[in-house]
Each structure stands twice: as C-alpha cells, then as structure tokens.
C-alpha cells in the first residue's frame, strides 16, 4: 500500500531551491512511474507525467495539475575568514533564520548553522529585541579558513536542512511544505485515478522556479496546451496574529481560489464534485493576483480556464511549516474523482458565450 506520509517526508527532506530542483524532480520521477504512461520535461526543468484516459474521446481533452518543486533558499554573498555571509533568493525570512541548521551546497556539501552575537554582547538598550538583517547573518560550517575558502564559492547556494516531524496524530512540520505537499496530493491523485475511468488525458506538472516568478508554470503551460487546469499550493492557516479574513482553517479540507485568476464553471464542478464526497471546500477570496502557478497558467496563449486549490499551512516560509495529512489526502481524493467526473462537453460549460447567454435568460 502506497505511503503518503512517507513519500511527502522523502519530498520535503530534499533539497531543490528554484533553478536547482533536479534533486526533488528525480524522487518525483521515481514516485510518479507507476502511475502514469510517459513522461516529458520542459526545457526549463518542469517534470510533466502524462497519464493518458482510459476511455480516450475522439477529440482529446486535456487537465493539467500544476504544483512547484521549488523551496526558498539563500546564496553566498560573501567569505570572510571561516564564515559564510548570506543573501537570500526568494521568500527568506530573516527573522527566523537565526540558530536554524543549514547545508551549504558547496563543491561538496557541507552541514552548518546560522550564526549570531550571543545576547550579552549586544550594544544598546534596543539591540537584543532586533532581528539581524541578512547582511549580519553569518553561517558557520566548523572548517578552518583556508578550507572554507577551498569549498565554498560566491554564488553557492544555502537551504535549511530539518527534518520532517510529526505533530500527533495527523499533523507535521517541515521546510518546503510549501510546495511539495501538493506535489504529494498530486501522487495521491494519480494513485486514485488508477481504480477509475476518465475519458481526459491527465497532464500532472511538477513545475520548477514558482517562487522566483512562477516560471516553471508559464513555459510548462505553453508547452502542455490544456484545456483546463488546476493549480495547488498552499494557502495561509488561521493561527495568532493571522487576519481570519485572509486564512483558512488547518484540518478543515482544502481551499478553493475564489477571484478573477479562477474560471467561475470549472469552480462549480469542482465544488459540485467535493459535495458528493461529503468533502468540505473553504472558499479563499483572492480578488487579484493569486501568486500561485495559476497566475501564470491562466493567460497562457489564448487563456486557459485555471482553478486553485490549496492546502492549509502555519508559519509559511519557515522551516517548521505545519499542515495536516487529513487535508492532502482529501485533495487528492477530490482531484481523482473530479478528473473521473468530467464528459466530452464539459468543455462547452466554459465558455464564455454561453454564460453571457444564461446570464441574459436570468
């Protein structure tokens, strides 16, 4: 029987900062080949695993699942001495990076912490409620000078490195939940698809550099062509000093994207399908850019009808990100069964004439 809990802990312990995923897309690629038919990669880096339908139609029909591989990381900006000064390449917050265990992907890799200025020599009344910018931040690796200069150069890059941990009985904590939870939701939805029917071709898109740019998801769209798409990334969990306006509940089932990044029809199927599953969707209002790959997906050539669907994390861009194995199992569940629900004219419930035309009769 196939482990979720286990493959989402192979996922988030590896190290793949965007534009260095290849590490994360080969445990994709060996998770992923049981479960679909073939795969394809972008020139870019995006790991596309294509399972064809099982009832193929004579016009075929296309989904894509699009989640990122990517995770934040920070780069050497500088050597002085034995210690390695740092700049971050996306989300990093400095604020937390103190004392936090670090791999400096060197000409080998080498294990470190993030150091700093032991409290009681702090200057100033005000200094020791201050966090150090990323030009105070130093790492220490424990090598003599002469060899961190030997194995470290300008430019490499820094990931934290902590392990999976699991908080009773159906929670976790770890690095790079954001994204590879729904990489994992994902895998769950392919093994699904493997009991059901489904006359569309199901396009499952591990899509690289989402946090610088959401790249990954624009060249991977153009290339796959789809009729629809569904983006999942997580989205804010209510949690002190989170506006409940703006987060939704940890355990309580996935969030849908509820904006003008998210097609209104594919919305109601999806919603439609999660009801006859007794699954329950939290609706996220996002009225402008959504930040996800859906961003991107959405107006890709002539525009592609995309939905979100996240999965609730605490202390997001962290290395104790913390989610509930209950919500990724039902988002898989939910995509499954709504790829297994859709016909030959769903396409025709999207279009935009025909909603102008109900709109009138109404």
Known sequence: MFDLKAHLKTL?????PSGHEGPVRDLVRAAWTDVVDEFEQDRLGSLIGIKRATQPLPGPRTIMLAAHIDEIAMMVRDVVG???FVQK???VDNRIMLAQPVLVHGRRPLSGIVASVPPHLLKGSNNNNRYPEFDALVIDVGLPADEVAHLVRIGDLITVDVPLIELGANRVAAKALDDRICVAAVTACLHHLKRLQHVWDVYAVATVQEES???????AAYKVKPDIAIALDVGFAKQPGVNDDKAIDIGGGP???IGPNFHPKLNEKIKDTARSLE???QDDLIPGASGTDAWAIQVSREGIPSALLEIAIRNMHSPV?????????????LLAEFIAALDADFLSALSWDELKTQEAVS
């Open 12 to 16: 988030v312990e590896a190290h793949g």
């Open 213 to 219: 740019g959401l790249l990954g998801a624009r060249t």
């Open 89 to 91: 390449v996306s989300g």
């Open 82 to 84: 034995s210690f390695i």
């Open 321 to 333: 990100e913390t989610a509930d194995m209950r919500d990724l199992e039902r988002t898989g569940r």
């Open 255 to 257: 969030g849908i994207g």
């Open 279 to 281: 699954i329950k969707l």
